[in-house]
């Protein structure tokens, strides 16, 4: 298996949670009741995996080993991907505040969520497409079969370090509750 192979497998659990996202943004702009802790969750997700362990894997590991081999005809498109990062971050930290108001009984909190959840999710659609479909075919001409293994260890490695495996289950568990609730 290739390293981009796994960081797309990362992908496809991230393109349910917008899903499932979406969903709790159409009940609160129905004016529905939505449950918090799902949402919550969610956005722990989006900190933790996403950000602390998805991110990583990319900026730290795929893209420094990709920096040593890229042609300068290929632009700066692995700056562009870590700006997206950067303002995916700021989305989630402003999503995250925004329900600590709406918990308070903060009604107008309500925009704020759901500005922030539906920019955070029209980022991610276009970034994962663009790494997906661009970027990670060039890492997979560039990069050694060696390299690609490599970068799996790494990735191990790391995402034991820093979410640990009972983390990583319960994020996948997290996923299919939450598919089977709000996608079925």
């Known amino acids: 298996m290739k390293a981009t192979e796994q960081l797309k497998r990362e992908h496809n659990a991230v393109k ?28 722990d997700f989006y900190k933790v995996f996403v950000d602390k362990c998805h991110h990583v894997k990319e900026e730290s590991m795929l893209f420094a080993a990709m920096q040593k081999s890229l042609d300068p005809s290929d632009g700066d498109r692995i700056g562009a991907m870590m700006k997206d990062h ?9 999503l995250a505040k925004a329900v600590k108001e709406y918990k ?3 009604t107008n909190a ?20 663009i790494e997906d479909t661009v970027l990670y075919p060039i890492a997979d001409k560039r990069l050694s079969p060696q390299m690609h293994e490599d970068l799996l260890r790494e990735f191990d490695d790391f995402e034991l370090r820093e979410i640990g495996i009972d983390k990583h289950e319960a994020y996948h568990h997290m ?10």
């Not at 996923?175 to 079925?184: F, P, T």
């Open 16 to 43: 349910i949670t917008i899903r499932v996202l979406d969903k709790i943004c159409k009940s609160l702009e129905a004016g529905q009741k939505i449950n918090l802790d799902d949402l919550e969750q969610l956005i």
């Open 86 to 94: 950067v303002s995916g971050r700021n989305y989630i930290r402003d």
């Open 104 to 106: 308070k009984g903060d």
């Open 110 to 129: 309500v925009q704020a969520i759901l500005h922030n959840a539906r920019h955070y999710m029209t980022l991610l659609i276009q970034h994962i497409d």
């Open 175 to 184: 996923i299919e509750r939450l598919r089977d609730i709000y996608l079925v």
